[in-house]
């Protein structure tokens, strides 16, 4: 900072220095004392060791979303009815001389219970690749590639065969590959819902909050009418509203938005709730009297503040937006198939059957809890550290 | 307006202010009421002195600052303001003719924790007046908040230091700096040491009256701590639910108070030397709640003195021939000790 | 170890030897409560004066154990003695919320606070409230509770007693809260009442009531107070004896008189000048206290008051914690300065 050595220099030559000089109350730690209001919370959040954890797993998710078919092993819609209802296969690791490999699964269908059954054959076996070749997809929509975190190592054989982490579905459909299409859809779903609510929240809370008045009183019970109306009566009716020739990403996309148009509700009145007090904040005060426009007292002085509660309030959104769209397609009114969600696929365990004999259909379940709870504790964790008048 | 040649030595002069907020009821929001804030209050602040506005909770002083600088809007009244340029009312004007007024007249805040953007470091937080008022050139925003960190008793190298570094008596100096940024002609101070340790209130007392000698400052010093308004004020105005009661200057109101309410203020203030004999008038009752004030003089529930005629006509201000002006029917018959 | 302070006072009623209470935070330990000795004798007033962080608060907490995590009192004893001296309690050893503990707690030692509002249950009546202290430490039952509680409220002069006692805490105002929280206090007959910053959040004539209040209520039951304030003005009024503490140690102590008027140590000095008194001229400038109190974390070491010093001697304040010593009878002193 070239102006902190101009001022160095003139206090050197003691230029000005009124006899009582003040100390710091902080006699040593001055990273702290220059420390913007971010770099304090981010400190505070990295202390609170669960909601810092629960941060990195979220990270992890989102890594999965964004490298989703990276990561899978075959195209989630191929399927293969030989292969249906295979329990979960394990890698073996350093057999025969292979680093990673897998062994062949034979299925033959019981005549008395017509159940599949299937049985590992470890003679014959494939070796596996890490960073190996797979069937080919677009990475982002933008690079042709084959490159998979799980490859068959060689060419003839193929992934969607051979490789079943977590077993099959009734299709024969590989679970594992379709729980990370999944998980892509749901979170993003839930990303982009969250985003249209946040502007949603921000814009009709600031307004309420800042004007107050009759302005604040018509909002606020629009808010209420918007709130009190049913939501799965509408969801019902919407959806069959959609036309039957839509594909299956406009109904995604159409899904998001109705989401997003009841979910910023929450946001807005936490949102309307914080300009009412931070209006009359003596600083804010004190910038209007200084002359400071509306838009420079609203977007210097009191949106500033919120970022945090808004970041806060978004990952505690995220999951409601993550389980409204699970309870959605599970009951049949949102995604359907050949799309993949957590909701399609947790509609496929929705049977006693697959408590009886298929329970790992039911791994969509967790992953849905385990980021749903790493969500909730991340906001926890962000909002604690968000209180700007705490001491370090 | 005219500008006049020789400056006019009241840099304020309050004329019949009044604000008053309307209390509703009902969905339709009907008006049932007032609460009379401020009731026709009427004194100067000459230019370069300090005029203490003192006062228990409900009595307005708080009210009287915001109009003064239109944070809020009075009701009626006339609030003129005394620059270089003219005289201005500032009681009625529209914010865009206000704007330019407001580099006159600043405002340091009561409570020091949260009249600071805890966002904005020393540097933007002293430097947005001069943002605000046609002041770009980033250096020179520099050298003048060097120039205001410097008066305050700061180092200027604290300019990128945020609010949270700071202790309370330190925050307010800070708010003072901002409020020295434009070079005005009256600060208001709200109650600017009751939030303070005794120790930290005496530095930022001497450093107000230092500011003032060196700038011509004129301050409105607004505080329930008689003390300390004694030692800084040059006139003090006591006020009890929205009405002036007494003014005078320190020493009269201290040795002879004129007003029931000034005597039982001034016995009521604990004072720090054993030897003291105080007048002990202790006060009975409580402060009205001000949207449902007393018939006649206000202070007539709790006024040792209170005749019939108390209790049904409101006591204009007297002035008497010295030139105090105080607000009881019975000023002349009773005998009133202050301070001994 | 103190010596007794004899002069006409009776033994003491409760003694505090060598409390420290550190807190542990992430941060580092603070040491809020760091060697503190008191004595609090029958019938007379113990005032403990500081500014912020100087532990006042937390000495208090501290003898009615209701200091939490990650406070704690890691040394030191608090006798409350009682008719012979094999009664004598250490409040200390005493189990975590058992029996005796609760027995003591708003039975011999009751406590009122600063913020009546956040003191009583918003959901109970004020009545409700009185009457359950009466029943925890007495055989009344209901009806005879009730009249009891009724007949503190008019003792500590409250209007209409049976209508306030079943109105709820936000039904009253300040001062009258603050008079309920009296009530609550003294009903049960304690020997040692504590104060802390009773009268802080009120008005000036309302603070007087209450203080008048108090001082009657201490005639008419023989109880002690601890009064914990930072208004150097009331403990004169109020209190006979005084503690000036700093930073967690007790560094001057004695009767009013002798600290007033004869202040040893140079904060109580320092403390004292820089409040604005009768003798203080117009506009005169205060002696100020350079600096600021210290960060919990950031003690000085040796006297924690060596950084402001004005009579520092070097080599010998920055090492070690200065010895008691004493001045005359009953007024003792930790510094340097006065070691024989």
């Known amino acids: 900072m070239n102006y902190l050595s101009r001022i160095k220099n003139r206090l050197l030559n003691k230029n000005d220095i009124p006899e009582e000089i003040e100390e710091p109350i902080i006699q040593d730690d001055v990273s702290i004392q220059i420390a913007t209001q971010r770099q304090l919370i981010w400190r505070r959040f990295k202390r609170h060791r669960l909601g810092f954890a629960s941060a990195i797993v979220v990270l992890l998710f989102y890594v999965l979303v964004l490298f989703a078919d990276f990561f899978s092993t075959s195209l989630p819609v191929k399927y293969g009815a030989a292969r249906g209802f295979m329990p979960p296969q394990g890698i073996q690791f350093f057999e025969e001389g292979h680093f990673l490999s897998v062994c062949k699964v034979n299925g033959e269908r019981d005549m008395e219970s017509f159940l599949m059954v299937h049985t590992q054959d470890c003679n014959v076996r494939e070796s596996i690749t890490l960073f190996g070749k797979g069937y080919e997809y677009k990475l982002w929509g933008l690079f042709k590639t084959e490159r998979h975190l799980f490859g068959m190592t060689n060419p003839d054989a193929n992934a969607d065969e051979w490789i079943h982490i977590m077993g099959t579905d009734k299709q024969g459909r590989d679970v594992y590959s379709r729980l990370m299409h999944g998980t892509r859809v749901s979170l993003t779903i839930g990303l982009i819902g969250v985003a249209l609510s946040i502007v949603f929240g921000i814009f009709i809370g600031s307004i309420s909050g800042y004007y107050g008045g009759l302005i604040d009183s018509l909002l606020q019970r629009f808010i209420e009418i918007i709130r009190s109306v049913p939501t799965i009566p509408l969801y019902m009716g919407f959806s069959s509203a959609f036309p039957e020739d839509w594909t299956i990403n406009q109904v995604y996309f159409m899904i998001t938005i109705i989401i997003s148009l009841f979910a910023w509700t929450d946001l807005a009145r936490v949102i309307r709730g914080r300009f009412l007090s931070l209006r009359d904040e003596d600083f804010v005060v004190a910038a209007r009297l200084n002359g400071a426009s509306t838009m420079r007292v609203v977007f210097v002085h009191m949106l500033p503040s919120f970022y945090s509660h808004v970041i806060a309030q978004a990952s505690l959104a995220l999951p409601l937006m993550i389980i409204t769209e699970t309870s959605l397609s599970y009951l049949g009114l949102g995604l359907r198939p050949p799309a993949v969600s957590y909701g399609v696929l947790l509609k496929d365990a929705q049977n006693v059957q697959a408590v009886a004999h298929t329970p790992w259909l039911f791994l969509p379940g967790v992953a849905v809890i385990v980021v749903i709870l790493a969500l909730n504790f991340m906001g926890d964790g962000i909002r604690d550290a968000a209180d700007p008048y705490q001491e370090v | ?340 | 170890m103190t010596t007794k302070n004899k002069l006409d006072k009776e033994t003491s009623i409760l003694e505090v030897r060598g409390l420290k209470t550190y807190f542990y935070t992430a941060d580092g330990i603070v040491r809020a409560v760091d060697g503190v000795d008191l004595d609090i004798f029958p019938k007379r007033t113990l005032g403990i004066v500081g500014e912020s962080g100087c532990g006042k608060s937390i000495t208090t907490k501290s003898i009615l154990r209701l200091i939490d995590h990650p406070g704690r009192i890691i040394e030191g004893q608090v006798n409350l003695k009682g008719d012979t001296p094999k009664d004598t309690v250490d409040i200390t050893q005493l189990k975590n919320n058992g029996t005796q503990l609760r027995q003591i707690r708003g039975g011999r030692i009751s406590m009122i606070f600063q913020e009546p509002m956040t003191s009583f249950s918003p959901i109970h009546t004020v009545g409700n409230q009185i009457t359950e202290a009466i029943r925890l430490h007495s055989n009344l039952d209901k009806i005879e509770a009730n009249e009891l509680a009724e007949d503190w409220l008019i003792r500590v002069g409250m209007s209409n007693p049976s209508q306030r006692l079943k109105q709820y805490a936000f039904e009253l105002s300040g001062g009258q809260r603050q008079r309920a929280m009296i009530a609550m206090a003294l009903c049960t007959n304690p020997d040692v009442l504590i104060a802390d910053e009773p009268t802080t959040a009120l008005d000036v004539t309302t603070q007087a009531q209450v203080l008048d209040l108090l001082k009657e209520m201490q005639e008419k039951n023989g109880m002690s107070i601890i009064m914990i304030t930072h208004d150097l003005g009331v403990i004169a009024e109020l209190a006979d004896d005084v503690s000036v503490m700093y930073l967690g140690k007790v560094v001057e102590s004695g009767t009013i008189r002798q600290v007033f008027k004869n202040p040893k140590h140079p904060y109580t000095q320092a403390l004292l000048s820089s409040i604005p008194s009768l003798a203080t001229g117009h506009r005169e400038r205060l002696p100020i206290l350079t600096g600021t109190i210290p960060h919990p974390q950031a003690r000085p070491k040796g006297c924690p008051f060596n950084p402001r010093c004005k009579d520092f001697i070097e080599g010998t304040c920055e090492i070690s914690f200065p010895e008691q010593e004493i001045i005359e009878e009953g007024h003792l002193v930790n510094c340097h300065l006065y070691n024989k």
Not at chain 2, 107 to 119: G, T, V
Not at chain 2, 324 to 331: G, K, L, Q, T, V
Request: glycine fraction near 6%.
């Open chain 2, 1 to 340: 307006m005219s500008a006049t040649k020789t400056k006019n030595e009241n840099i304020v002069e309050i004329k019949n202010l009044k604000k008053y907020y309307p209390i509703t009821a009902g969905i339709f929001q009907r008006v049932i009421g007032h609460i009379k804030a401020v009731d026709d209050v009427s004194f100067v602040i000459p230019r370069g002195k300090t005029v203490g506005l003192v006062g228990e909770s409900g009595c307005g002083k708080t009210t009287i600052s915001k109009c003064i600088l239109r944070a809020v809007d009075p009701t009626s009244g006339e609030i003129h303001l005394n620059t270089e340029d003219g005289t201005n009312n500032v009681a009625d004007m529209r914010e865009k003719d206000l704007r330019p007024l407001r580099r006159e007249m600043q405002m340091i805040f009561q409570d020091p924790f949260s009249s600071l953007n805890p966002r904005m470091n020393l540097f933007d937080i002293v430097s947005e007046p001069l943002l605000l008022n046609g002041i770009k050139s980033r250096i020179e925003r520099q050298d003048r908040v060097e120039e205001l960190l410097s008066k305050v008793g700061l180092r200027p190298e604290y300019m990128v230091r945020f609010p949270h570094a700071f202790s309370g008596g330190q925050r307010q100096r800070i708010g003072i700096a901002r409020a020295l940024a434009l070079n005005p002609s009256l600060i208001v101070c709200d109650e600017p040491v009751s939030g303070l340790d005794v120790s930290v209130q005496a530095q930022v007392i001497n450093l107000l009256m230092d500011l003032q000698d060196e700038l011509g400052l004129s301050y409105l010093f607004v505080s329930h701590d008689l003390s300390i308004v004694r030692q800084i004020s040059d006139s003090i105005q006591v006020m009890y639910l929205g009405r002036l009661v007494e003014n005078g200057t320190p020493d009269e109101i201290f040795s002879s108070p004129k007003h029931p309410y000034t005597e039982a203020l001034i016995s009521a203030v604990p004072q720090a030397d054993p030897d003291v004999t105080k007048n002990h008038q202790t006060l009975i009752g409580e402060i009205p709640n001000p949207s449902n004030p007393p018939d006649g003089c206000y202070f007539h529930p709790r006024c040792a003195y209170a005749t019939d005629e108390c209790k049904i006509t409101n006591p204009g201000l007297t002035v008497d021939k010295s030139g105090r002006s105080f607000s009881c029917h019975n000023a002349k018959d009773i005998k009133l000790s202050g301070l001994i």
